[in-house]
């Protein structure tokens, strides 16, 4: 079956019964060959004519179109589901489905190059995930369409009651990400690796040593492996975390080890564990929800190396960066963004009372760090359009940032691939609730500093190696 192009989408519509069985002759060796001479920039598979399917069938297909997503450098995803398709798909990847999910192909087609020279969309967008909600709305808005987020289910029920005043619906609607094998997540300046099942020799292979080691150099410091669906682990497990534990003593770094029951691993592992300077907690709340720890575990500061400068291929993308975040901010606010000024220099903040900051890390073709330094009031402004909260709480605030800075890293991932065809991938975001904290650790490094005026606020982007 070779797929149909249209607004420079790929589409294969496959109809009946999807299992193990019949999978591989739907999209056969000559239609991969096909399509690997095609100039799209996303590749769907229909399932509105499909019937019924199976994990199996979604994996053999699921597979195909991450060798389309390597080799093109293109979205990939499924089209035309409803609730139940969108729901048993996500439910077959854990709710971690690195490939996209539209409810529709005129939904997919939104979500392809810039609608800046055609009309204007409102669109109503709801996910159950509030980062899917977040991402789809950055998306569109990046598109020139204006995004209406619906922050509950019962909010989203509310504005249906009004859905004359959008133009379509968003949702079923996913956005797929590259993602390390082994899941994470920031919370409260901690990076959190999930693990499941019995841990052996393929946690080497499983785990991102790269994106590791490049969220230690953003001064990530707390790494915590949640093992609670964890059933045991073997002596190559073992060698795994005392290596990893070891590498991070010269950045300082703790790593904790979250719920595992040693009913079935050897309680000699854990002495061992112990010895290499790794902690044991019962549960996640015991380290998160303990203020005076996570001070302790995060607290200090190590400063970036000076060894590196700034390059020319990092300046010549300089606008690439500017774009996105300026975008996001604009979106968030309502207010046009204007360049003040720009200056290779070290980080100069010459009024550090009520500012929020937060950094990102990028590595692959590019590696560096981009900064960011905002009013109170901004990081406000995002709990409102992310949360919905008209008066967040300080964790609250810096969860947003941290969501918000997150996904202009998205963003700025998605420009230089798509515009220049330079491939990076970026750490989780860390946030500071004071300046210093943030120029001690950037210490005397130069890079690009822009100030930036958002109507009577002002920002600071900071772009460094």
Partial sequence: MRAVVKNRVAVFSLQGFLDGTNAPFFISLDDIKHTYNLKVDMILISLKRVVYFNVNGLQILSEILLDFRKKLKCTVGFCDVDKSKFETILRFNKDDASFSIFKTLELAYLFVGSNKEEKTLNLLIWNEDSSQRNSLAIDLFERGHNPVVAQTKTDFEAKLREKDKYDDIVEYTHLGFYGNKIASRVTG??????????????????????YHTNSLNVNFQLFIF????????????????????SSGAEYDATICIVGLDFAKTPIKYKEELEDAGILFFDMLGDILKNSELMQELTGSSNRISNKRSITKLMVNNLPNFIEATVSSFEMMTNAKAQKTAASLTVLNIEKKEDLFCSSIGFYGDLDGIVMLIFPVKIAHQACTLLLGEENPSDEDTLDTIAEFVNIIGGRVKAILSENEDIHVDITLPRTYTDIDTLLEMVADKKGVQVDLSLGEQSFTFFLTR
Avoid: P, R, W
Avoid at 189 to 210: H, R, S
Avoid at 226 to 245: G, I
């Fill in 189 to 210: 300046n901690a990076i959190v690796y999930t693990v499941k099942g019995f841990l052996d020799a393929e946690l080497t292979n499983q785990f991102d040593f790269t």
């Fill in 226 to 245: 949640d093992a609670t669906q964890v059933v045991s682990m073997n002596v190559h497990a073992l060698n795994f975390f005392s290596k990893l534990a």
